[in-house]
């Protein structure tokens, strides 16, 4: 499908904005999702910058249509995005502009970023899991949130040896007696304005918009000790929040947008709220010490290949048999081959592990499905046709505190998108 084929949809346009039937909602099933009665698979890729691309002034929207015509070419169609940044400009490695410079100061700018976004998905065939708010601190996230309520301490931002102030310092938000009930209040008042949001391009309300595929709650929420009653302290935040978020809007599913790296325990809990949906779950070999982009060796690469499978029949067991919801693995990526003579993070690096790693994931992936264990997985993330060397801001696949190309995939990196095209032909045969 060439962009020229379907006209960009705009307000100037309106003619080629398709009628949504509320069957295109899609809804849990068991450990399944269904849309139009039949099983739903997630093909997916973090696509979190689309707001911010698709802004009608210093946006790149002929870029978005470009990357999402790729995305489409090789199977993807769901697509996960951040729908909540938080200011004030700034501060360090943050995106910019943020969508909400300070409570309820909304960027309509980027608002208008959002709504175009979501109203081009259709002719795609995809959908969005918006995530709400980040644990982490590019894009403002919990972290500013609590320096909104309390200023008086500043954020510690983090450095590549030490998260743990800035981990403390972001649980505030929902540890903190002396601060929650106003942090919490900002979070749900940003929640309502995203979920009744009447998108300009469609005039439709974004809890009526079957594009969306569902809520998250947060990037990453951390599973960290915050008292002596931590899982309760987390657990009636989540579920307080996925309640009001169900109050607001009957047809979107919600989850947590958590790692599942604690163990069992914390899985549960960050899972059991009946108002979330289904589970989630992110994989990060080099982040947490599995694997060595530097080594060439066949015992580096296997202690990642099995530390993933291991990981992913784990949280697949969680959720399917513990909890009977669908589990979604909504992030994963692995760096470009920096034994090969590139460095990992250059475009020209080859990718002989990471396609080999994805291959194997999307495997593993494949067989809980056969066995309704699994709905699916999202790489991290799709960068398209841009490139590090693009004037900033880039907006590539890595955001804005982490080395550019770390884990971007680029439209080049056709290795790496026939895995999910693959994927894409070996779901269809299961409908």
């Not at 809007?249 to 059991?272: Q, R, Y």
């Amino acid at each position: 499908m060439s962009t020229s084929e379907k006209p960009i949809i705009s307000p100037a346009n309106k003619s080629n904005i398709p009628e949504l039937s509320s069957k295109e909602f899609i809804k849990v099933d068991g450990t399944l999702f269904k849309k139009n009665d039949k099983s739903y698979y997630i093909i997916g890729a973090n696509y979190w910058q689309a707001m911010n691309l698709g802004a009608p002034e210093n946006g790149n929207r002929s870029r978005v249509l470009e990357d999402l015509k790729i995305l489409k070419k090789y199977g993807v169609n769901c697509v996960r995005i951040i729908a909540g940044s938080e200011g004030p400009n700034g501060e360090p490695y943050r995106m910019y502009p943020a969508l909400m410079n300070s409570p309820g100061d909304y960027n309509e700018n980027v608002f208008q970023g959002l709504d175009w976004f979501l109203a081009q998905l259709s002719q795609f065939n995809m959908t969005a899991i918006m995530v709400l708010s980040n644990y982490w601190h590019w894009s403002g996230g919990f972290a500013q949130y609590v320096n909104w309520v309390d200023p008086s301490k500043p954020i510690p931002y983090p450095v590549p040896e030490d998260y743990s102030s800035f981990e403390l310092y972001a649980a505030r938000f929902y540890s903190d007696s002396s601060i929650y009930s106003k942090t919490q209040s900002y979070y749900l008042e940003h929640i309502k304005s995203i979920i009744t949001r009447n998108n300009t391009i469609t005039s439709q309300i974004y809890k009526n918009d079957p594009n969306i595929f569902a809520w998250e709650l947060v990037n990453e929420p951390q599973a960290i000790k915050v008292g002596n009653d931590s899982h309760n302290i987390i657990f009636k935040w989540i579920d307080d929040t996925a309640k009001f978020i169900k109050e607001l809007d009957k047809n979107h599913l919600v989850s947590t947008g958590a790692e599942g790296k604690n163990g069992e325990e914390w899985f549960i809990t960050m899972h059991k709220s009946p108002h979330i949906d289904f589970t989630s779950a992110h994989i990060w070999v080099e982040n947490w010490g599995y694997y060595n982009s530097d080594d060439s060796s066949l015992e580096n690469y296997q202690k990642a290949e099995t530390f993933m499978l291991n990981f992913l029949q784990n949280v697949s067991d969680w959720s399917t048999q513990k909890l009977n919801k669908p589990l979604l693995v909504g992030e994963y990526g692995m760096a470009r081959d920096a034994w090969s003579g590139a460095s990992k993070y250059s475009p020209l690096a080859t990718v002989i592990n990471r396609t080999k790693y994805f291959s194997s994931l999307a495997n593993k992936v494949f067989e809980l499905e056969k066995q309704k264990a699994c709905t699916g997985h999202m790489f991290w993330a799709f960068a398209g046709i841009a490139r590090p060397s693009d004037p900033t801001p880039t907006w590539i696949g890595d955001p804005p505190h982490e080395p550019p190309g770390w884990y971007s995939i680029y439209d080049s990196d056709e290795k790496t998108l026939n895995v999910f095209a693959e994927h894409a032909k070996r779901v269809a045969e299961l409908n």
